[in-house]
Each structure stands twice: as structure tokens, then as C-alpha cells.
């Protein structure tokens, strides 16, 4: 088992700035990556962003690039989503999420998830 703890959500008006952290620990050497994802009341969860822990291959959504930077501390098996210029749509419930897949994405471990709401 993998376990995650997110931690650094807030509220913070529209064009400010967070930084969320997730800390895997468990059963860590069984992932390959991990990725961030965002619930907004009423709206499925949507993906943010993910990085690969060999490599530090990243990917974003569209609507998040430019704006958002995931990255890791492979010594900490944390990683780190800082998101600037925030939108007031970009409150949600983020989520990170652990990868098991090795060529592809499969995320098999969730954490509980941090209120990221943003005023205009």
C-alpha cells in the first residue's frame, strides 16, 4: 500500500499564488510517478498535471500550462504542484495521485485531497 498526504491548500484571491505537497510514503519504490488532479463542486475530477520520479518527465492539461509546475524531491518521495496566476475557476478539492504503471499512467493510490478556493 501507498499512502498520500497533501498539504498547502488555502484560499487566495484570483492572480495570487500556492503551493501544494504530497508526501508518499508506504510502499513508494512500487510507483513510477505521480500526478495531481482537481474536483470542482458539481464537476468530475479532472487531471492536472503528472511527473515521472526517473526522468522527471512532465505533462500538463491545457488549461493549467504556463500556469502551474508540478515537480518532485525524490530523496522525500514528495511532490509539489505550484500554481500561479490563479483563477477563480481553478477552485476545487486537489487530489494527488500515486502512478504504477512504468510506460504508461495508472494511478492506484489517492490521497484525501485540499480545498484550493480562489476569490475574484
Known amino acids: 500500500q501507498v499512502q498520500l498526504a497533501e498539504s498547502g491548500g488555502g484560499m487566495v484571491q484570483a492572480g495570487g499564488s500556492l503551493r501544494l505537497s504530497c508526501a508518499a510514503s508506504?510502499?513508494?519504490?512500487?510507483?513510477?510517478?505521480m500526478g495531481w488532479f482537481r474536483q470542482a463542486p458539481g464537476k468530475e475530477r479532472e487531471f492536472v498535471a503528472r511527473?515521472?520520479?526517473?526522468?522527471?518527465?512532465?505533462y500538463y492539461a491545457d488549461y493549467v500550462k504556463g500556469r502551474f509546475t508540478i515537480s518532485r524531491d525524490n530523496a522525500k518521495n514528495t511532490v509539489f504542484l505550484q500554481m500561479n496566476s490563479l483563477k477563480p475557476e481553478d477552485t476545487a478539492v486537489y487530489y494527488c495521485?500515486?502512478?504504477?504503471?512504468?510506460?504508461?499512467?495508472?494511478?492506484?493510490?489517492w490521497g484525501q485531497g485540499t480545498q484550493v478556493t480562489v476569490s475574484s
Open positions: 495521485a500515486a502512478d504504477t504503471s512504468l510506460l504508461t499512467t495508472a494511478y492506484n493510490y
Open positions: 511527473i515521472k520520479w526517473n526522468g522527471g518527465r512532465t
Open positions: 508506504g510502499r513508494t519504490a512500487s510507483t513510477y510517478g
